[in-house]
């Protein structure tokens, strides 16, 4: 089946020969394109806001990795850093003082965070922390939200979001029964039920994990009486709040989502820019819960790479680099702007959309209903978004391959690329709406 007008035949061949040796081609499901039909692109480089195809197309990136490359691709800051800590070799298996640096840096900041410890990947991070979370209140039960995702942790891989949502697998086979029996999955934004569950079971809750903005429904934010019960209840009742704030962190602010938004939770996961486009993830909060993390005490988790050196050092220049020029108000601004051109494109052409945006993470989901929840996100006519999908793709625009991921700024795009796109948007809109 052809979805597009543009020929990508290498990317293609190379689609197919990378089937024979890698399931499904790829080596974590979102990049199949499942969603939206058709073969991936394979990449050949990138560079600031482009990423090049074996084609040799180039297409602005709103994906960024899913993430990380909030300085754009190849930044020099980062270049010259990795290269210099690979030259004094690249795993020691020692601790080095790079990692103290990162450490401090994470620390610096987010102020809820007083210790930290570094992991290889997001999954990591948020499986350490719910074990954690049991560890350090002696009870089971976890709390998560569905339409959130926190990596293939097999706790927390029921009513996933991302792919996992995408490729209709809310419950991977695979998964015992037994490692998600004491997983409770509530409704986000859903503050009665959360109330509920607090009031009858509250004393049997070890920790509630969710993403403080979701990303992986698409974008979905928290309302304001959410996150305050989460805060009161989890407090009244000694359970660990845990904010997932791997896509989040150092993205919706230098502090994160909860810098953004004010909030003070007891655990915070990291992982995608923290590592600066290198695998780099992260646990830490208050002291007092950290200290039981081995061999200050006696919870478990280890790591051959972990604070790996190069990775350290990638992690170091991308959030110095933030620091001292905090891309953010400009990424609020050129975000805001695709979103009123976006909104006024469809409008223009009869399309319901809705465009739900926190700074530079936003979505434009395919749907007359407002968007605050999973139910609410899956009113969206999805093979209207895959249509959008490559006819942007088609004009040079690179988005998220599926309705149900958010789509990211970044620090090297320009006020010209932002209107090429709204340009992009408008055309391939306006080729929806006509047939
Ligand atoms: C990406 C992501 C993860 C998983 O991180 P990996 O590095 O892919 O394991 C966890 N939580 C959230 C919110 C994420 O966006």
């Known amino acids: 089946m052809s979805h597009t007008r543009v020929q990508r035949p290498k990317s293609g061949a190379a689609f197919e020969r990378a089937k ?22 394979f990449i050949a480089r990138a560079e600031g806001p482009f990423l090049y195809d074996l084609d040799g197309h180039r297409y602005l990136d709103f994906i960024g990795s899913w993430g990380p490359m909030i300085l754009g691709h190849a930044h020099p ?3 010259e850093a990795t290269i210099a800590a690979m030259k004094n070799g690249s795993s020691y298996g020692a601790p080095c003082e790079l990692e103290t640096q990162l450490a401090e840096l994470v620390i610096d900041a987010v102020p809820s965070v007083e210790m930290v410890r570094f992991v290889s990947s997001g999954t990591e991070a948020t499986m350490s922390a719910i074990r954690l979370a049991r560890g350090y209140t002696g009870r089971q039960r976890i709390v998560k939200f569905a339409g959130c995702y926190h990596g293939h942790v097999d706790a927390l891989l029921v009513s996933a979001g991302s792919s996992a949502l995408t490729h209709g697998v809310p419950n991977s086979p695979g998964v015992p029964l037994g490692c998600t029996q004491d997983t409770v999955v509530l409704r986000y934004n859903d503050t009665t039920a959360l109330v509920e569950l607090f009031r009858a079971q509250g004393d049997t809750i070890a920790g509630v994990i969710l993403e403080p903005v979701v990303g992986n429904m698409g974008l979905v934010p928290p309302t304001d009486e959410f996150r305050r019960e ?24 230098y502090a994160g989502a909860q810098g953004l938004l004010g909030d003070s939770p007891d655990l915070s996961c990291f992982g995608k820019i923290l590592g600066g486009g290198y695998p780099v993830g992260a646990y830490g909060g208050r002291a007092e819960i950290m200290r039981q993390v081995m061999p200050a005490g006696p919870v478990f988790q280890a790591g051959t790479l972990s604070g790996n050196p190069v990775a350290m050092a990638a992690g170091i220049a991308t959030l110095t680099e933030l620091k001292a020029h905090p891309p953010y108000a400009r990424l609020d601004e050129q975000s805001r702007r695709l979103g009123v051109g976006f909104t006024q494109a469809a409008a ?26 999973l139910d609410t996100a899956q009113t969206s006519d999805t093979q209207r978004f895959a249509r959008f999908f490559w006819e942007m ?26 209107d090429q796109t709204l340009q992009a948007a408008a055309e391939s809109l306006a080729a929806i709406a006509h047939g």
């Open 393 to 418: 793709m088609d004009r040079g625009v690179y988005l998220p391959c599926s309705q149900f991921e958010a789509a990211f700024t970044c620090g090297a795009m320009t006020d010209d690329h932002i």
């Open 230 to 253: 989460l805060r009161a209840l989890t407090h009244h009742y000694g359970a660990v709040l845990i904010y997932d704030e791997v896509m989040t962190g150092f993205r919706l602010s």
């Open 77 to 79: 800051k980062v270049i």
């Open 348 to 373: 223009d052409v009869g399309i319901p959309v809705q465009f739900n945006r926190v700074g530079s993470m936003w979505t434009l989901f395919f749907t007359a209903t407002p968007v605050r929840d």
């Open 20 to 41: 024979q040796v890698i399931p499904g081609g790829v080596n974590s499901p979102a990049r199949a394109f499942g969603a939206v039909g058709g073969s991936p692109l």
